[in-house]
């Protein structure tokens, strides 16, 4: 079965530059095949991925957080467990997650950085899309 529904995950932590994401997926998949949610951080995107997918209505989740070093957990280990739980959220329910989940190593809370991340997650917000179309493309050739 071929969707045309795609469900769009976004972290509110440095929301200014992760909504650049959905910025860039909206540039190649109309915004009225998108449903948006917003999730406190990048920690509670899997599970909300998960129950998504398992609704049947989306060709692809796709989800989108900054993961920077805030001092009280290691980043590292943040960004591992979600990109860790996207995954198993696709493979547990054969719907593709995809991941626009950025952890860099130097950031600094500067306008400059921000204004690179920023065009960062709007370009990766776009290979999102192209994606998620090109995964449901394979996908319905295999069904055919």
């Known amino acids: 079965m071929t969707h045309t529904r795609y469900a769009f ?7 200014d530059i992760v909504d650049r994401a959905l910025d860039g997926f909206l540039e190649l998949i109309p915004a009225d095949q998108v449903d948006v949610f917003d999730v406190p951080g990048a920690f509670e995107m899997p599970l909300l991925a998960r129950d998504l997918a398992a609704t049947g209505q989306y060709g692809a989740v796709a989800c989108a957080a900054f993961v920077v070093d805030g001092g009280i957990y290691r980043h ?3 960004a591992q467990a979600v990109v860790d739980g996207l995954m198993r959220a696709g493979m547990d329910t054969g719907v593709p997650v995809l991941s626009v989940s950025l952890t860099p190593h130097h950031y600094q809370e500067t306008e400059h950085h921000n204004d ?6 709007v370009e ?3 290979e999102a899309a192209r994606a998620a179309l090109a995964i ?3 996908r319905a050739k295999l069904a055919a």
């Open 136 to 138: 449901g493309k394979t």
């Open 124 to 126: 990766k917000g776009r």
């Open 9 to 15: 995950i976004k972290a509110n932590w440095h929301a």
């Open 76 to 78: 590292d280990f943040v």
């Open 116 to 121: 690179i991340y920023r065009a960062h997650f």
